[in-house]
């Protein structure tokens, strides 16, 4: 079943086009990746699904809704949650505020607990810091957090916006598994990231957005292999 389709899709930012005519889909219980370069229109994506940045042509379904303009909050209501480029944590509170800040849209507030227990189970780090401000946690450990805090929403679709930039190594790879975790558990993700390898390799589906157009599409698997996609976002020549 197809969870989010953008037809036809266009954002600019005043007179200048970051995205043109943009047509994806993300089924339900995929994995699909947004790869490309700096500028390329991933982001302003993502701010499109969100309700963050208006379309200015096309629409944006969602669950079979047209969600095209309707507001932000009202679509984090439908189940659309996103972790934003910075992580954009709130530094002056804990961590367990940043994580009840995730669930302040939601009506069966009885399963809090039960969410939070997932989220603790996901991140355990949380747990142990879970009365310190978020403004004093390690990159690493905000970026949890960030995802930690959209998971509070209950989304049926979770976007990320480079969940790994900035981030040591080891914290890359435990990001990345978590990912996957989520995903099994049942949330469908859109991914945006400039670590190709990582994204792909954990994809379902992607596309190669290229100044604000889709160039390429395929599984993880098939552009993993793609000689071209290897010489631009994976160092291999």
Do not use: C, W
Not at 160 to 180: K, V, Y
């Amino acid at each position: 079943m197809t969870l989010l389709e953008l037809a036809g899709v266009s954002v600019h930012y005043g007179r200048i086009q970051a995205v043109s005519e943009l047509s994806i889909t993300v089924e339900e219980g995929e994995i699909v990746a947004l790869i490309g370069a700096n500028g390329a229109g991933k982001s302003t994506t993502m701010r499109a699904i969100s309700g963050i940045r208006p379309v200015s042509a096309g629409r944006v379904v969602f669950d079979g809704e047209d969600i095209t303009r309707l507001r932000g909050d009202l679509r984090v209501v439908r189940g659309i949650s996103q972790v934003p480029e910075g992580r954009g944590v709130f530094p002056g509170m804990t961590v367990a505020e940043n994580l009840d800040m995730g669930a302040y849209a939601r009506k069966d507030r009885k399963n809090l607990q039960e969410d939070l227990d997932r989220v603790f189970e996901l991140f355990p780090r949380l747990l142990e810091r879970r009365t310190q401000a978020g403004g004093t946690l390690s990159g690493g450990e905000q970026q949890m957090l960030a995802i930690g805090r959209a998971l509070m929403a209950k989304p049926k679709l979770l976007l990320l916006d480079e969940p790994s930039m900035g981030l040591a190594p080891q914290f890359i790879q435990q990001i990345f598994r978590i990912i996957t975790e989520i995903n099994r558990q049942g949330t469908t993700v859109l991914l945006v990231e400039q670590n190709a390898q990582q994204a792909l390799s954990r994809a379902h589906r992607a596309y190669v957005l290229e100044t604000g157009r889709i160039t390429r599409t395929g599984t993880g698997r098939e552009l993993l292999a793609d000689t071209s996609v290897k010489e631009a976002y994976l160092g291999v020549a």
